[in-house]
């Protein structure tokens, strides 16, 4: 998706946010430590397709890397403020409550656990997703049910390993866990026959696939055997950021329903539509609110572009990866899907 200036038709509207607008208590916690270090330091995978990955220009791209591009077009009005950590998945939660990142965008399933014992706040799902199995074609395997004493490839610190472990156990199978830290250790061992299986999130299936030598000598399995709400992650404990994280992605989904995008938001400032103005910060003090810009949702559109935008660009029907949001839980609840936002007002 092409972006747009920082500096455009919006500067009006406070786009790059002054000094006097942090007074009053803002110099503190994760905002202020934001805006003292000019950039928003956002955590995220080490490499997958479609959600947070390095083009040939070296140039990070994603639907994850795209939110937090919009988070720092919010705060600062530049979605160029952002500086990228890759993480392995075993090594993000300590990266995100040590302070080394500000914000964890790296397709991360929300659970109870990490709700309550890793101090952490998830912001919302920006991708709604669920475990699946790829095998090599020459297998003859159509099922889940015919894996008994397969080897699995996975990931260490995720919550594929639980998942796998409940799916062979509740159906008296028997199976051999070959785990890695890093993304690409799995996909190599998994090329080379190291192992029957490849196991991950679906939408991580889709991606990695396209690292194999033949894509298309694998199959993805037919089962989905867990819930995987994948969303943004901030440290417990400082509200105010986590606002902003979380109002972040409702802007985005919401003017999305609204038919707000990056190619027409400038000419929507003129609306009379109260829930657009709303959006848009003609009307109201919402960003103030937060602690920054009335003009933050108005940024993030503009640099960004709506949820709908950021997805079709990174991971839609017509990118390799082919995930169609038509009749799937990504799309947005007016057609039938799960993407729903708060209204801001």
Known sequence: MKLRSAMGALTALGMVMTSSA???????????????????????????PGFSNKDDAGN???????????VAAA?????NAVKFTPLSAKERFTALSSGEVDILSRNTTWTMTRDTQLGLNFAGVNYYDGQGMMVPSSLGVTAATELDGASIC??????????ITDF??????????????????????YDSGRCDVYTTDKSGIAAQRL????????????????????????????DQWFNIVRWTLNCMINAEEMGVDSNNVS??????????????????TFGENLGISNGWCANIIEQVGNYGQTYEANVGASTPLKLARDGSVNALWT????MYAPPIR
Do not use: Y
Not at 154 to 163: A, R, V, W
């Open 22 to 48: 942090f007074a009053d208590g803002h110099g503190d916690g994760t905002l202020g430590s934001v805006m003292k270090n000019g950039s928003v330091q956002c955590g995220v995978s080490q490499g997958l």
């Open 60 to 70: 990070w791209t994603g639907i994850d890397v795209d939110f937090c591009r919009g």
């Open 75 to 79: 705060v600062f009005g530049d979605s």
């Open 154 to 163: 996975t990931n260490t610190g995720t919550t594929t390993e639980l998942n």
């Open 168 to 189: 062979f156990r509740s159906n008296n199978m028997s199976f051999e866990l070959v785990a890695f830290e890093k993304a690409d250790e799995v996909v190599a061992a």
């Open 211 to 238: 690292k194999l030598a033949d894509p298309a000598a694998h199959t993805i399995l037919p089962e989905t055997i867990s819930k995987e709400p994948l969303g943004p992650v901030v440290r417990q404990g400082d």
């Open 267 to 284: 000419g929507m400032m003129s609306s009379d539509n109260p829930g657009i103005k709303r959006l848009l910060g003609t009307e109201g």
């Open 335 to 338: 057609s039938g899907g799960l």
